[in-house]
Every structure is written in structure tokens, then in C-alpha cells.
């Protein structure tokens, strides 16, 4: 390995941001600046020039957060040609997918990241692929099973031609035959590979179109008359790589855990503790990489990439904990129309955490060390006590599993394989949903318990530990997944994310606790607040939203008038602010419409679907009701469907109540404008008010502009209509409103 020092695995690089700080400055200064002078004129003032003060305390305080994130930006190069010359052997990888829904996530999407994993470069008799079906469903399962016989053509043909996108439905996506091999031997085996793949789509659509896709009898047996959230543990090997080949097909096995009415299941953070322990008793392996069922491999050399950053390391101390990818999307449409394709959030969010402490875990296109997930810390050369009964209390009553565990936190190498079918008794224990009981899972090991975003929770306790990770973006992207495209999938993830980050806060696992015993470091534990925090700016960001329209409707100010100094504050900080986020899209490679696109998507989701976060974790706080964990469909390709092209990226509605807070918003500021530039204020000149201001009614377009995607949604058909019962009752809510608000200003 002395030769090899000069050729380093990966390399550290920071970027370089001066002026992008310097900015960052201005407007914070500006922003103390306006807080000092509203504190100074609070008494001359009314109640919204107080309210207007504690929600810009709210976004000076987010801003210090941000200054602090995006200080020191900095990304990792990995140099997998060196990983040769290193003449290390490859460690084995367990490769995990979870799926849950065969509706909302269509088979053939999983069975295509599949393929793509079976196929990656990487030693085939190193990898184990297991797949976990929270819905225990027969037709995923038959999917898996045609899948195994199209991979053992699909995985030689792709690593003899060096394929670069592995999966299928992607690769016979583009053109007719790529040009650029033109051998006759060549165009054959292409030619059968798509007729391949058409046969493997074909059966896996038949099967779904038909109620009982095929006789629940022999292998299917175990699916007979099973309920979804009621079944034992079904575990099937579908394919063993029994002679360890290293150029043939991985492992490939199949895992429906245990579900019982009255057992807490955790959604996906059980589904990868289940995953976990099968893996921990069938391969073993010392690293563990995890994806969503949508979240295909992009790049095949992802997996060299990753083990320069974890096998990289000059000596312990720098060990990363986790390798982790960033989320990209495929068939992204132009110009972000629903702002959730986060590359702006990476870009410069994301390096500043990376310069900090390491990137967050983010529940997908991951690598973890099994050793971190088992609890151990980055001070702790090996596990001390290994006692068998500290053990059991730790990981749980299956043997055979604690002595796997053992094996792995005493760096044991672990004995010769054996064959898959001799732990499946063992690996159908530790599935049931009763193992947990009692053990450290979900609270200390594995996947933690108590978040719907168990992927933030998980990686913070591992930071917690004061562990490093490491970010890991070749280019091209790793992993490519499928963003939500239509209005209701949209609210549902952001809900989910937004109620899922500020669960965080209230478990034992709060980053301040760790900040104070100075395992995590704390800008690092800022990086965190910023981001659990983020369900919180519903509040201001809706009282934002409204202060204009209700101090139209009042004759009222929050904000200062044109002839006051602090006016141009005002102005400054708006105009800067928008300028420099522009400017962060320009210099992403973006277009000035993606900035746009973010930032109406921005408020349309903290005043609706993080409104609603916040609710649901009131409610769980008060112990009246539990969060949920809810899927979000996934297609197959957002251009294809019904659709007719002028209306990609229209927003779609449905009946949930968070379109209502929306539709109130517009209807809100609608009703402010008509009033306002009508002459009808209720504290208008000729009543004795100050007549209409010009920041509030700026303030009120804006909002307008910003909830145009409901404005035409006001007057739209089927799905891109709001419906007339959310009308009705936002309607009613914003009639109430401009009561209130007349009442108000007669008092
Ligand atoms: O009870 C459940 C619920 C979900 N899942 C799986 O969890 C994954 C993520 O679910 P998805 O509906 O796609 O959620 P997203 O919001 O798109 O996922 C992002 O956010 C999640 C946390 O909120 C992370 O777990 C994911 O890795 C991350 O991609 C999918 O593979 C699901 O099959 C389960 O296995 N069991
Ligand atoms: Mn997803």
C-alpha cells in the first residue's frame, strides 16, 4: 500500500463563495436593521407592525442558520481508477430496496432498479440484493421472479458492452440502436435484450390487469389469503449465486416482514430493520447500501465511488460513517415547474453541509457502515462488551443474528458463506413483528423509530455519535428516482417531509442534546434546526401571506410608508434578497423561470401543506393522533399518460383541505386588491385611515402573482380545477376573514 500514497482515493475540495457571503451579509444587516427600527416605532404603531416584527425575527433568525450552512461549501472527488492500484479486496455490499404499494409504485419500477443494482460494476459474488414488500404483494413478488430470468441475459450483456443506464425501461427509452456499437454481434444481442425486456414488461402488465394474476399454489402459495396488515413473514430466495461468481448474477431475495393489526410496524424504518437483520443472517456484509423502489442506478461505477470515500480513509479518525448521493430526478420537467427537483437546495445548502459535519442521511442512494448502524461510535475501536447477554438485550433473542452482530463490531472476518436457504428460519424469526420488543432497534441501532422522515432521524443519531459522512456525486448522477408531478402527490410529500423534520424536535434524538455533549458539532447542529424547523414557517410565512390584504381592508400598515427612510430598508432587503436567489439558480445552470417556479412553490407549500404538518404534530403531541407514514405515487414517465402537452407542469387539485388554506389565500388577497384599488376600504382616506399603501398593496400583487398556479386553477376543468367544495369553504373562510377584519378596524 506504500506505493499507492501518492494516489489518493478521494480528495477534499472546498469552494469558493466571497462575494455570495458578502451578499449574505448585506441582507442580514438590512434585516437587523428593519427589527431595530420596528422595536424603536413600536409604540406609534399597530398590531400588524408587531406581527410583522416577530415573523421577520422568524426569517432573520433562519438567515443567521443559512449564513452559517453555506459558510464553507465543499464536495468530495473520488479517483476509482486508483482503487486498483491500492490492491485492496472489494468488500461485500447488501443492496436493499423497499417497496410498499404495488399501485402507487408499479412493479415494473422496482424490478427495473433492481436490474439496475444486479447489473452495477461491481464483484457479483460480493453483492446480495434483498427487496422489501410492505404490501406483501404476489404480483411484485412474480415480478421479482421474471425479473431473475431477464438478469441473467441483462447483467452479462451490460458489462460486456460497459452499458451506461442499466436499467431497461430507460436504456430502450431513447433512439432505436445506439449507432455507436455497429458490430453485427452487437446489434444482435440488443435486439434480443429489448425483445427480452418487451416480454418480462408484457407478462408483468398481464399480471396486473388480471384480479388473481395466477394460481396462489406452489411458490406462490404463501400469498394465498393474506392480508395486507395481517400476514406472517414471507421470505423467498429467488436467486442464489450459489458458486460465487463474480461475473455472474447476485443474490436476489425477497422479504414480506410480518404485519399484525395491533403491532406498531414503523413503516419504512422497520421495513429496513427487518432488512437489516435478514441481510445480517444470510451475507452479512460490512457495508449496506439502501433506494427507494423508484431510485434506479444511473451510474454503474457508483459503487467503486462510494468505497474510495469508505475505504479511503488515511486512518481511523476519518472514517465516514455514510456515503451519500444526492436525489435526482429522471424526465425532470423544464424549468421546475413544481419546485421539488432540489438541485438548488444541493447546490448550495447541501455542499455547506457537507463542508460542515457531512451530509444528512437522505433515505435513499446511501452507504452505510453496518458497524455504525449496530451503534457503534467513531471512538470505539470495537464494541466492549460482547457478552452474549448485553448482546441479546441490544439486538434481541435470535443467536444466530447476535452472533452475525458480534462478528460485524468485532471486525471478525466473518466465517465461509453459506448457502441462503440454511438461514431462512432464522431470517423468518427476525422479521416477525414482535422481535423488536424490548431491544435497542429504532431507538439506538438501526433505523430510528419516532419520525416519518426516519432518513434525517437515522442520520443524525449517527452524527450524534460525532461520526463524519461523506458525499458522494459523480458525474453522471448516481441514482436517478421520480419526483411527485401532480398537485395532491406534491402536498403529500411535503406534508410528510415537513411533520416528519419537526417530529425530530421532540424525540430524545433533538440535535441539541448531542450539540451540547459536543459530539455533533454545532453548526452542524444548526444545519439540523434549520432543517426540522422548516414545518414552522407556516406560521409566518401565512401571516405574511395576509398582512397585506388585511391592512388594505383596514387602512392599516406593517409596512413602512414611501416617505419613511425605512421604506428603502424595506425595498432593499426585497429587491437584494430576490436578486441574490436569482443569482444562486443563474449560477446552478438554471433559469430564471426554475427561480421563479421555487419560489411560488416555495409559499404555496409552507402556507399549506407545512400549515398542515404543523397540525399533525400538534396532534400527536397532544396524543390525539399519530403520524402516518403516507407513499407517494410514483410513475413510470411524467411524459407519457393522457396528458395533453400544454398543461405539463399545471398544477392539479383535489378535495384535501390543504388546497383550501390556498384557495383562501387568493381569495384573501383578491377581494384586498378590488377593495383597495376600488376605493372601498373600510379605513379608506375618506373614513379617516391612511388610505392604500404602496408596500402593502406591492405585497398583496405578489402574493397573487405567487398563488397564480390557483388562480388558474380558479377557472380550470377535471383535475386542474379547484373543486367546488373546497371553493365554498374557502370562500366562506375569506368572507369571515374580511368580517373579522372590518370589525377590527371599527374597534
Ligand atoms: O410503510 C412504508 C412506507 C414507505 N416505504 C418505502 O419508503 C420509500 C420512500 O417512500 P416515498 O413515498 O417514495 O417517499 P419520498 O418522500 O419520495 O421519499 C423520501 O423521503 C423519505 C423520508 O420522508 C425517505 O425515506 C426516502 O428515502 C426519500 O427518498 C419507498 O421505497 C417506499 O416503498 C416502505 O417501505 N414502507
Ligand atoms: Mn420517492
Known amino acids: 500500500m506504500d506505493s499507492s500514497a501518492s494516489l489518493a482515493l478521494y480528495q477534499r475540495v472546498t469552494r469558493k463563495n466571497t462575494i455570495p457571503r458578502a451578499v449574505e451579509f448585506i441582507i442580514l444587516f438590512l434585516l437587523l436593521s428593519l427589527l431595530a427600527y420596528r422595536l424603536l416605532s413600536l409604540q406609534d404603531h399597530g398590531f400588524p407592525w408587531f406581527l410583522a416584527f416577530l415573523c421577520e425575527s422568524w426569517f432573520a433568525f433562519n438567515w443567521v442558520l443559512t449564513i452559517s450552512i453555506k459558510w464553507t461549501q465543499a464536495d468530495y472527488k473520488t479517483y476509482p481508477e486508483h482503487l486498483l492500484q491500492w490492491k485492496l479486496e472489494l468488500p461485500p455490499v447488501d443492496m436493499f430496496v423497499t417497496t410498499a404499494d404495488p399501485v402507487l409504485e408499479p412493479p415494473i419500477l422496482t424490478v427495473n432498479t433492481v436490474l439496475s443494482l444486479l447489473?452495477?460494476?461491481?464483484?457479483?459474488?460480493?453483492?446480495?440484493?434483498?427487496?422489501?414488500?410492505?404490501?406483501?404483494?404476489p404480483l411484485t413478488f412474480y415480478s421479482l421472479v421474471e425479473a431473475s430470468k431477464f438478469a441473467k441475459l441483462w447483467v452479462p450483456f451490460c458489462k460486456k458492452y460497459c452499458i451506461e443506464v442499466r436499467a431497461p425501461f430507460r436504456y430502450f427509452s431513447g433512439e432505436s440502436l445506439p449507432s455507436k456499437h455497429v458490430s453485427p454481434e452487437f446489434q444482435q444481442e440488443w435486439k434480443k435484450m429489448k425483445d427480452g425486456y418487451e416480454e418480462l414488461s408484457r407478462k408483468i402488465e398481464d399480471a396486473t390487469k388480471r384480479a388473481m394474476p395466477f394460481e396462489l399454489t406452489g411458490e406462490f402459495a404463501d400469498f394465498s389469503s393474506i392480508q395486507r396488515k395481517n400476514h406472517a413473514t414471507i421470505i423467498k430466495v429467488i436467486w442464489e449465486n450459489k458458486e460465487g461468481v463474480a461475473n455472474g448474477v447476485p443474490?436476489?431475495?425477497?422479504?414480506?416482514?410480518?404485519?399484525?393489526?395491533?403491532?406498531?410496524?414503523?413503516?419504512?424504518?422497520?421495513?429496513?430493520?427487518?432488512?437489516?437483520?435478514?441481510?445480517?443472517?444470510?451475507?452479512?456484509?460490512?457495508?449496506?447500501?439502501?433506494?427507494?423502489?423508484?431510485?434506479?442506478?444511473?451510474?454503474?461505477?457508483?459503487?467503486?465511488?462510494a468505497m474510495c470515500l469508505l475505504l479511503g480513509a488515511k486512518n481511523k479518525e476519518t472514517d465516514f460513517a455514510y456515503v451519500q448521493s444526492p436525489q435526482c430526478f429522471?424526465?425532470?420537467?423544464?424549468?421546475?415547474?413544481?419546485?421539488?427537483?432540489?438541485?438548488?437546495?444541493?447546490?448550495?445548502?447541501?455542499?455547506?453541509?457537507?463542508?460542515?459535519?457531512?451530509?444528512?442521511?437522505?433515505?435513499?442512494?446511501?452507504?452505510?457502515?453496518?458497524?455504525?448502524?449496530?451503534?457503534?461510535?467513531?471512538?470505539?475501536?470495537?464494541?466492549?462488551?460482547?457478552?452474549?447477554?448485553?448482546?441479546?438485550?441490544t439486538f434481541g433473542g435470535s443467536m444466530p443474528f447476535t452472533k452475525s452482530a458480534a462478528q460485524i463490531l468485532s471486525s471478525?472476518?466473518?466465517?465461509?458463506?453459506?448457502?441462503?436457504?440454511?438461514?431462512?428460519?432464522?431470517?423468518?424469526?427476525?422479521?416477525?413483528?414482535?422481535?423488536?420488543?424490548?431491544?435497542?432497534?429504532?431507538?439506538?441501532?438501526?433505523?430510528?423509530?419516532?419520525?416519518?422522515?426516519?432518513?434525517?432521524?437515522?442520520?443524525?443519531?449517527?452524527?450524534?455519535?460525532?461520526?463524519?459522512?461523506?458525499?458522494?456525486?459523480?458525474?453522471?448522477?448516481?441514482?436517478?428516482?421520480?419526483?411527485?408531478?401532480?398537485?395532491?402527490?406534491?402536498?403529500?410529500?411535503?406534508?410528510?417531509?415537513?411533520?416528519?423534520?419537526?417530529?425530530?424536535?421532540?424525540?430524545?434524538?433533538?440535535?441539541?442534546?448531542?450539540?451540547?455533549?459536543?459530539?455533533?458539532?454545532?453548526?452542524?447542529?444548526?444545519?439540523?434546526?434549520?432543517?426540522?424547523?422548516?414545518?414552522?414557517?407556516?406560521?409566518?410565512?401565512?401571516?405574511?401571506?395576509?398582512?397585506?390584504?388585511?391592512?388594505?381592508?383596514?387602512?392599516?400598515?406593517?409596512?413602512?410608508?414611501?416617505?419613511?427612510?425605512?421604506?428603502?430598508?424595506?425595498?432593499?432587503?426585497?429587491?437584494?434578497?430576490?436578486?441574490?436567489?436569482?443569482?444562486?439558480?443563474?449560477?446552478?445552470?438554471?433559469?430564471?423561470?426554475?427561480?421563479?417556479?421555487?419560489?411560488?412553490?416555495?409559499?404555496?407549500?409552507?402556507?399549506?401543506?407545512?400549515?398542515?404538518?404543523?397540525?399533525?404534530?400538534?396532534?400527536?403531541?397532544?396524543?390525539?393522533?399519530?403520524?402516518?407514514?403516507?407513499?407517494?405515487?410514483?410513475?413510470?414517465?411524467?411524459?407519457?399518460?393522457?396528458?395533453?402537452?400544454?398543461?405539463?407542469?399545471?398544477l392539479t387539485f383535489d378535495r384535501s383541505p390543504i388546497f383550501v388554506a390556498g384557495t383562501t389565500i387568493l381569495l384573501v388577497n383578491l377581494t384586498a386588491l378590488a377593495v383597495g384599488l376600488f376605493g372601498l376600504g373600510f379605513g379608506s382616506v375618506a373614513q379617516g385611515g391612511d388610505g392604500l399603501g404602496t408596500g402593502e398593496f406591492i405585497g398583496s400583487v405578489w402574493v397573487v402573482l405567487l398563488f397564480w398556479a390557483f388562480f388558474k386553477g380558479l377557472f380550470g376543468k377535471g383535475k386542474y380545477g379547484i373543486p367546488s367544495t373546497t371553493l365554498y369553504k374557502s370562500g366562506a373562510l375569506a368572507a369571515l376573514f374580511v368580517h373579522f377584519s372590518r370589525w377590527t378596524s371599527m374597534g
Open 119 to 137: 447489473a452495477v460494476d461491481y464483484p457479483a459474488d460480493k453483492l446480495a440484493c434483498y427487496v422489501s414488500d410492505d404490501a406483501g404483494s
Open 330 to 393: 429522471y424526465d425532470g420537467l423544464k424549468d421546475d415547474p413544481f419546485g421539488n427537483q432540489l438541485v438548488v437546495l444541493y447546490e448550495y445548502i447541501g455542499y455547506g453541509i457537507v463542508g460542515i459535519q457531512g451530509p444528512l442521511y437522505g433515505g435513499t442512494g446511501c452507504f452505510h457502515r453496518r458497524k455504525v448502524i449496530y451503534g457503534l461510535s467513531p471512538d470505539e475501536e470495537i464494541k466492549e462488551k460482547l457478552s452474549n447477554q448485553a448482546l441479546q438485550k
Open 412 to 650: 471478525m472476518k466473518p466465517g465461509s458463506p453459506r448457502d441462503l436457504l440454511s438461514a431462512l428460519e432464522a431470517a423468518k424469526e427476525v422479521a416477525g413483528c414482535s422481535y423488536e420488543y424490548g431491544t435497542q432497534w429504532g431507538r439506538e441501532v438501526g433505523w430510528i423509530y419516532g419520525s416519518t422522515t426516519e432518513d434525517v432521524l437515522t442520520g443524525l443519531t449517527i452524527q450524534g455519535r460525532g461520526w463524519k459522512s461523506a458525499f458522494c456525486s459523480p458525474n453522471p448522477p448516481a441514482f436517478l428516482g421520480c419526483a411527485p408531478s401532480g398537485g395532491p402527490a406534491i402536498m403529500t410529500q411535503q406534508k410528510r417531509w415537513a411533520t416528519g423534520l419537526l417530529e425530530i424536535l421532540f424525540t430524545r434524538k433533538n440535535p441539541l442534546i448531542p450539540a451540547l455533549q459536543r459530539k455533533l458539532q454545532f453548526r452542524q447542529c444548526l444545519a439540523y434546526l434549520w432543517i426540522i424547523l422548516w414545518a414552522l414557517w407556516s406560521i409566518p410565512e401565512l401571516c405574511y401571506a395576509i398582512l397585506p390584504a388585511y391592512c388594505i381592508l383596514t387602512g392599516s400598515h406593517f409596512l413602512p410608508k414611501v416617505g419613511e427612510t425605512a421604506f428603502f430598508i424595506a425595498a432593499a432587503i426585497f429587491i437584494i434578497y430576490n436578486l441574490y436567489a436569482l443569482s444562486e439558480y443563474l449560477r446552478a445552470g438554471l433559469s430564471a423561470r426554475a427561480w421563479w417556479n421555487n419560489q411560488r412553490m416555495w409559499t404555496i407549500n409552507t402556507t399549506t401543506a407545512y400549515l398542515f404538518g404543523t397540525f399533525s404534530v400538534v396532534l400527536k403531541i397532544l396524543g390525539i393522533s399519530d403520524t402516518v407514514f403516507e407513499v407517494t405515487q410514483k410513475e413510470q414517465s411524467t411524459n407519457e399518460g393522457d396528458d395533453d402537452h400544454a398543461n405539463t407542469g399545471r
Open 251 to 305: 443474490h436476489l431475495i425477497y422479504i414480506s416482514r410480518e404485519k399484525r393489526p395491533k403491532h406498531p410496524h414503523h413503516f419504512k424504518a422497520g421495513a429496513m430493520n427487518v432488512l437489516t437483520r435478514v441481510s445480517g443472517l444470510m451475507s452479512n456484509a460490512p457495508f449496506m447500501m439502501n433506494v427507494d423502489c423508484d431510485m434506479y442506478i444511473n451510474n454503474p461505477k457508483i459503487f467503486l465511488h
